[in-house]
């Protein structure tokens, strides 16, 4: 037999054998393949990215906690509960949180409440000033309409502080007890700071890209690569999901529309500020096309060697 014959003997047994493969792989096994190692590869993948997400969230909130207990320790802010403040005392306290302010990305503001959740020492907010002069400035009562209940808010005493989230202003705040100079449990300090930061944090720690979004999912958590058409009804539906505990990732929560796949949830949880989750597209875990014809060409290959 001449090499040729051999050669188109060989490449004929190729063409017959590559055809059988084909229709086996099209009638079920790429489905299989699929099925029993795709997805659960792509399963870990958004698992082990969402465990980084969780650590670089944790790291981001205690690291704001022990910010805020810093300034809070500080003798002029210590003194603020003192019926006659010293000019020095006020200025080094107006110094000290707007130093805050500029090390602390997406700081709104902060409020000093007495134990009773009733009168405001202290704030950043311009809207709770009552009445200011050179030597004395009122604020008004907190509990008007738009405050949030002080008692979903209030800090305990020798409590490590808490981070609470505020889905009708999309910011966390955070609530950490507050002593005076003499060493007395007088109220709670409560930082409000934009979801933003955490965004920027998560962005620079490379746990989100350009062009993604982070959306409260009411007060049980934050989700991240949330789609832009629809995230306020995404976050609602997440949250009752999480209502009664984080669900078993991953978790198809939609269906199939005309213009979108279904969307599957991975949650896990934070040490600080409930649950972190992804929200993906079911056909992130669709095998692909150009993977199905290399496989394909690959068996051709090697059946004509």
Request: net charge neutral; aromatic share 12%; proline share 4%.
């Amino acid at each position: 037999m001449t090499v040729g014959q051999k050669a188109s003997l060989s490449l004929l047994f190729a063409v017959v054998l590559f055809a059988a493969f084909a229709v086996a792989a099209f009638s079920g096994l790429f489905d299989l393949v699929e099925s029993r190692f795709y997805n659960p590869t792509i399963s870990r993948s958004y698992d082990k990215s969402l465990g980084e997400a969780v650590k670089a969230s944790d790291s981001y909130h205690s690291l704001n906690l022990e910010r805020f207990k810093a300034v809070l320790g500080t003798d002029a802010v210590m003194r603020s509960f003192l019926p006659n403040m010293s000019a020095e005392d006020a200025f080094n306290r107006a110094n000290a949180f707007g130093k805050l302010q500029t090390e602390t990305t997406g700081l709104a503001g902060l409020r000093l409440v007495d134990s009773a959740g009733k009168r405001i020492h202290f704030s950043t907010f311009p809207e709770d000033i009552q009445k200011q002069s050179q030597t004395e400035t009122i604020y008004r009562n907190y509990g008007d309409s738009g405050d949030r209940p002080f008692d979903e808010l209030v800090a305990p005493e020798n409590s490590d502080g808490r981070v609470i989230l505020d889905p009708q202003s999309n910011r966390f705040i955070y609530s950490l007890p507050f002593k005076d100079s003499f060493g007395v449990y007088r109220g709670s300090a409560l930082f409000y700071v934009s979801q933003n930061g955490l965004v920027s944090h998560l962005l620079r720690s490379g746990q989100m890209s350009v062009g993604e979004q982070a959306v409260l999912a009411g007060d049980k958590g934050v989700i991240l690569k949330v789609p832009q058409v629809g995230s306020e009804a995404l976050a609602a539906h997440v949250a009752e999901v999480w209502r009664d505990g984080l669900s078993a990732s991953p978790l198809t929560i939609t269906e199939a529309t005309d213009t979108s796949p279904p969307l599957v949830l991975f949650s896990k949880a934070t040490k600080l500020a409930g649950g972190l989750g992804y929200i993906v597209p079911s056909s992130s875990f669709a095998f692909p096309a150009s993977m199905k014809w290399l496989l394909l060409g690959s068996f051709f290959v090697t059946a004509y060697l």
